[in-house]
């Protein structure tokens, strides 16, 4: 098992460069799958969940390369569309497969997705949204079963705007005969990314970033393309919240700072001056953070879920009460027994949506352990403000979505190692 061995105490200085977004280049892979001529995507980040998603298209029948960030794919030969099992139940994205195989091949095996730390993770919308273009889903023994004779466009209006069902609509929408409108659909910067890639392969798309996405299909989509992921807006807001916390000074480098408004937003709020010029953002943070009186996730252009469990790291040791709501997802609580462990005040509700926090002094040094991606991101910014010294388990969640994050801090002063023990992962 791997952990990260953190001392608390040190303030974040320097500059940091922010790689590729995750969840703008997991939708892009499958979208390569639509693309007959060769595609080469840029600036893609190298974490586990890629590199499981690059195990996905070398076993469908795709060739792939990827050296440093940039990821070479070409997916010109016939594929085998069943999405490998043991693969797929790592990770829920690869539910977009569906809606890219169903445009290419017509037909699309995969393991149910199971459900997560999250909550259900249902995909109804998705499977509602599909059946409306024409396709055949069926469920048996754990594998969902598509197939359709040719997809169709279709109206469809998605009851929440939910960013894998507005990527897997697209994805299906792109060679459907005729036009799609997906109303109500999510307006995150990573639907504006896949949509650029898709243009660039000869899709005919209008309107991502808004609520209505209009795309007229294509026979074929085949353009040799070069493409830059956009930069990972919730690894710069993780570093962000990191100098926040350790009364640092940063400057983020390749980011986009209106991605970052609301997060940049609360922490003006909670006491730290923050500029950007061009594609940096600097943060020098107050000797002690202020409370927030309430925060509510939204989907974009709200304050995203995806910076939630950070914020209540952050707040954890802010002066004064807040108060955050998850609306996103039911059970996104992990972060709060952990976080109690090193000394937190934080009170939660039933419905475990609405987090109570008192700021506490400080925080203690403790070994606590990640059980999911955010929630793993949240520790480690609670110890490395922490007194003392704390282990942060089950590292590889971690790793699903921030490069070599200790390599990152450490160059930014944090006192932080990964290690590796023998001890089994803590599920
Ligand atoms: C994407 O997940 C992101 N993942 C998540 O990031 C992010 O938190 C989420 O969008 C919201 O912004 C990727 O892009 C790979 P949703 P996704 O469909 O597509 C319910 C991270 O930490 N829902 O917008 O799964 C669902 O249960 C990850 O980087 C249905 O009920 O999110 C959830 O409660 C975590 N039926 C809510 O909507 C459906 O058919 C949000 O889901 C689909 C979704």
Request: proline content about 11%.
């Given at each position: 098992m791997f952990q990260y061995r953190i001392r608390g105490g040190n303030r974040l200085l320097g500059e940091l460069k922010i790689g590729g977004a995750k969840n703008a280049a997991l939708p892009i892979l499958a979208a390569a799958?639509?693309?007959e001529s060769e595609t080469i995507i840029e600036n893609?980040?190298?974490?586990s969940d890629i590199l499981d998603t690059i195990e996905i298209l070398n076993r469908v029948g795709c060739e792939t390369e990827f050296e440093g960030n940039t990821l070479k794919v070409r997916a010109d030969r016939k594929l085998n569309c069943e999405i490998p099992a043991e693969i797929a139940e790592k990770m829920r994205?690869?539910?977009?497969?569906m809606g890219a195989f169903l445009a290419r091949c017509g037909r699309a095996i995969l393991p149910a997705p199971g459900g997560c730390n999250l909550g259900a993770r249902a995909i109804d919308l998705h499977i509602k949204g599909l059946i409306a273009m024409g396709a055949k889903i069926h469920e048996e023994n754990g594998k969902i079963f598509c197939e359709t004779d040719g997809l169709t466009g279709a109206k469809i209006k998605l009851s929440f705007a939910s960013v894998g069902a507005t990527e897997n609509l697209m994805l299906a929408a792109v060679r459907a005969r005729g036009e799609t409108i997906i109303e109500n659909a999510a307006r995150e910067p990573e639907i504006i990314d896949l949509s650029d890639f898709l243009k660039k392969i000869g899709a005919d798309i209008r309107?991502?970033?808004?609520g209505t996405i209009v795309i007229r299909g294509k026979k074929s989509l085949s353009k040799p393309v070069l493409h830059k992921v956009i930069f990972d807006r919730i690894v710069a807001g993780t570093h962000l919240v990191a100098a926040a916390m350790t009364g640092g000074e940063i400057c983020l480098k390749n980011v986009r700072p209106f991605d970052l408004m609301p997060v940049a937003g609360c922490l003006k709020e909670m006491g730290c001056f923050l500029r950007s010029e061009g594609g940096d953002i600097y943060l020098r943070a107050p000797e002690r953070l202020r409370a927030l009186p309430r925060i509510v996730t939204r989907v974009?252009?709200?304050?995203?879920t995806d910076m939630q469990a950070q914020f209540v790291a952050a707040l954890a040791i802010a002066e004064g009460k807040s108060e955050v709501v998850e609306t996103?997802?039911?059970?996104?609580?992990?972060h709060v027994g952990e976080l109690r462990k090193m000394g937190a005040n934080i009170r939660l509700t039933a419905d475990k949506r609405t987090f109570l926090i008192s700021g506490a002094a400080s925080l203690r040094g403790a070994t606590v352990a990640a059980h999911d991606l955010r929630c793993g991101a949240a520790l480690i910014l609670a110890a490395l403000a922490a007194d003392g010294e704390s282990i942060v388990q089950n590292a590889r969640f971690v790793e699903r979505g921030y490069s070599g994050i200790e390599n990152d801090l450490y160059s930014l002063g944090a006192d932080i190692s990964l290690e590796n023990t023998p001890v089994r992962d803590i599920i």
């Open positions: 799958c639509l693309n893609c980040p190298r974490i994205s690869s539910v977009l497969f309107g991502a970033g808004t974009h252009p709200g304050f995203p996103v997802f039911e059970n996104r609580c992990s």
